[in-house]
């Protein structure tokens, strides 16, 4: 498995960019770059599949995984239901549902090393410029690429790990072999840098 191509870095007219819920701006991937990487990556020979599907009130989730030479990667992904403004019935459940799918395959790929630089990425803020307009866009951490790793984790940043992990019901089994999936090294080795991306990763798919 060729990693170096797995991760190497999507080009920047490839990068999109969205607003998240607190005014951050999240750098993210369409799910077509994704399935040309994995196709670039294993010459086509891969295979995705929806393992089980729930339906809430605001959301869908879906189960799935993605095999390639071998190895499985399991993840979940996610989509809100739109509904209609005046009967407030649900627009388009088959689309909602696709929109998941595609969510989910891109969080697999994403344990394969595919777009696990984005995690790497500060994240930005559009800031208030006190008049209730938005200013400019501002990092809110110091971690960039190509930056020397400022070294060890820290004690907060395993904590948060851990009960991150917890929230999502993971046994520590489960942690080690995440973190082992995506660098390679179990919890207690991972660098600042390293424990980051891993907490981003968790917050990103924690359903909130």
């Known amino acids: 498995m060729n990693r170096e191509l797995l991760e190497r870095p999507f080009a920047p007219e490839q990068i999109k960019q969205r607003h998240g819920t607190n005014g951050d701006v999240l750098d993210y991937i369409e799910g077509s770059a994704v399935i040309q990487r994995l ?5 086509s020979e891969w295979m995705f599949e929806i393992q089980e599907h ?3 009130d605001d959301e869908v989730v879906v ?3 993605l095999t390639a030479q071998g190895v499985t990667k399991a993840q979940f992904g996610k989509s809100k239901i739109p509904r209609s403004r005046v009967d407030k019935t649900i627009v ?7 929109a998941a799918a595609t969510d989910c395959l891109k969080k697999c790929a994403t344990l394969f090393g595919i777009g696990l630089h984005l995690y790497f990425a500060p994240p930005k803020v559009v800031s208030d410029n006190g008049n209730g307009q938005s200013g400019h866009v501002h990092h809110t951490t110091s971690f960039d690429a190509g930056v020397p790793d400022p070294g060890r984790h820290t004690a907060k940043q395993l904590s948060a790990i851990f009960s991150l992990a917890r929230g999502r019901g993971w046994t520590n089994k489960q942690v080690r072999d995440f973190t082992h999936d995506m660098f390679g090294k179990v919890p207690d080795d991972l660098s600042k840098r390293e424990a980051s991306a891993i907490i981003q990763n968790l917050q990103n798919h924690s359903g909130k």
């Open 63 to 65: 189960l799935g995984k």
């Open 92 to 98: 388009s459940l088959g689309d909602d549902l696709k």
């Open 39 to 43: 196709n670039e990556c294993f010459d």
């Open 54 to 56: 729930s339906t809430y």
